[in-house]
């Protein structure tokens, strides 16, 4: 067996998508009279700040031999990468493995590229000590992701499905001609095996990008049948190849378990705290509160117990923006989202228990009135009835949010984050759809 991985073949502006140049290669794999047992469409680091768009890079398993299989991959990319653009670096990494058997050195570095920010020497030392077949163009750091491609399978133990389909070469750059009512349809039928096809709050069909590449839509979901199933039943201009992927797409695999005072930038993170500022909506509609270490965690390092986390739920996020406002200082939380300039990007959180009571001044128990300061550190009075109280008293009040799971909509989801309807989380949850 052969594992092909390859990455950083496409552009921004000019268009190109590597899932696009890895089914080519499957088609001159096929050609070659290979088999080729799986397309694997894997998400890195969604931090690092080079990508195109989402971080992905691509693996080919087949039986074909890895010489054969390097040499038309290495074809393949030389014609049809859009190395035009100064950021395009692709690079490509074939293994003569089964994808199971691969080492767990290059595992690991599957496991880190989607957590850490890694160079391109390292991808190259591991190619090195492997023994592995590659080539990169430019700066060739599409190493890295053709490294990490190869070494996913063994790394991640949960996987998701991506049926893709491809529009005709001259309508690349032009407005996808796709009839809505069959995307919500299809996508109606088979929710929730199926996710993120559309955005039923704001009429998106998040199924479709809006670049100038070579997919008309892709159906997500955790059934390959059902992203058959719904990726047939969509009608629109003519598609010309369509492919199944396997992914970690919506299986927040980027998420580490940290303390607050861990959290660094460029990683993404679920961490746990106690709201500790009234959220506030800043210029732009951005939305931001500070969390603060839990009770539960300040016993875990006392010397850590002052740590403050800012976080921000962004525009693009729109509805989730106002669970987040719903917050109170005091609730307790879990967020979840990637650290960037000490400010985490909220996708999801959780309410473990809210506040849900305030300190106001007390009424007098005989005639009702709200009472009066007697003074500083004097409590409160009445002084028609002449009753005292020591201090402010508890109140209980209604709280928008429940207990559980909270999310950014279809339309604001990472690739990689799981949605809440895919269930495994420990709590309720409250799915956007
Ligand atoms: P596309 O998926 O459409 O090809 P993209 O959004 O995946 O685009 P790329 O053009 O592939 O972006 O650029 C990402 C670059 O970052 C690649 O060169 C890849 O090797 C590199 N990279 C991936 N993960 C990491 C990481 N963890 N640390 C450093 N570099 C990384």
Redo the contacts with the bound molecule.
């Keep these: 067996m052969t594992v092909i991985g390859l990455?950083?073949?496409?552009?921004r502006e000019r268009g190109?998508?590597?899932?696009y140049l890895a089914t080519r290669i499957a088609d001159r794999v096929r050609d070659a009279r290979g088999d080729v047992e799986r397309l694997l469409l894997v998400?890195?680091?969604p931090?690092?700040k080079?990508?195109?768009?989402?971080?992905?890079?691509?693996a080919i398993h087949t039986d074909l031999d890895p010489v054969p299989a390097f040499e038309l991959a290495r074809e393949e990319l030389e014609t049809t990468a859009e190395t035009g653009d100064p950021?395009?670096?692709?690079?490509l990494v074939v293994a003569p493995h089964e994808p199971e058997d691969i080492p767990d050195e290059i595992s690991e570095f599957a496991r880190?590229?989607?957590?850490?920010?890694?160079?391109?020497e390292e991808?190259e030392r591991r190619i090195e000590s492997a023994g592995y077949r590659s080539a990169g163009w430019k700066n060739a750091?599409?190493?890295?992701?053709?490294?990490?491609a190869v070494g996913s399978w063994n790394a991640f133990s949960e996987w998701t499905y991506e049926h893709i389909s491809y529009r005709e070469s001259e309508r690349w750059g032009t407005p996808r001609d796709v009839d809505f009512d069959s995307v919500f349809e299809a996508a109606d039928d088979h929710y929730p095996a199926i996710w993120d096809t559309v955005d039923r709050g704001t009429g998106e069909a998040v199924c479709m990008p809006h670049t100038p590449?070579p997919i008309l839509y892709g159906i997500r979901g955790d059934d390959p049948d059902a992203v058959r199933r719904v990726a047939a039943k969509i009608e629109g201009e003519p598609v010309v190849r369509t492919a199944l992927f396997v992914t970690n797409q919506g299986t927040d695999a980027h998420l580490r378990d940290a303390n607050l005072g861990e959290a660094e930038d460029d990683r993404a993170y679920r961490v746990g705290g106690i709201v500790a500022s009234e959220p506030e909506t800043r210029r732009g509609g951005h939305v931001f509160f500070t969390l603060s270490e839990g009770s539960d965690t300040k016993s875990k390092s006392e010397s850590e117990s002052s740590d403050t986390l800012p976080c921000a739920a962004f525009e693009p996020t729109k509805r989730f923006r106002d669970h987040v406002r719903n917050l109170r200082p005091g609730d307790e939380i879990t967020v979840c989202g990637e650290v960037s300039r000490g400010t985490l990007k909220l996708e999801k959180f959780a309410i473990r228990s809210l506040n849900a009571t305030e300190l106001v001044t007390p009424n007098c128990p005989k005639c009702s009135q709200s009472m009066k300061s007697a003074g500083a550190g004097q409590g409160y009075r009445c002084r028609e009835c002449k009753t005292r109280a020591d201090g402010k008293r508890e109140r209980e009040i209604d709280r928008e949010l429940e207990s559980g799971w909270y999310e950014v909509p279809p339309e604001a989801r990472r690739h990689i984050a799981k949605p809440l309807v895919r269930g495994g989380f420990d709590g309720r949850t409250h799915p956007e759809r």
């Design positions: 990455d950083d073949t496409d552009s190109m998508c590597t899932t998400r890195l680091n931090a690092v080079h990508k195109t768009r989402g971080n992905a890079a691509l950021d395009t670096n692709p690079g880190l590229a989607v957590q850490n920010l890694l160079t391109r991808a750091r599409g190493k890295i992701g053709a490294l990490a590449c």
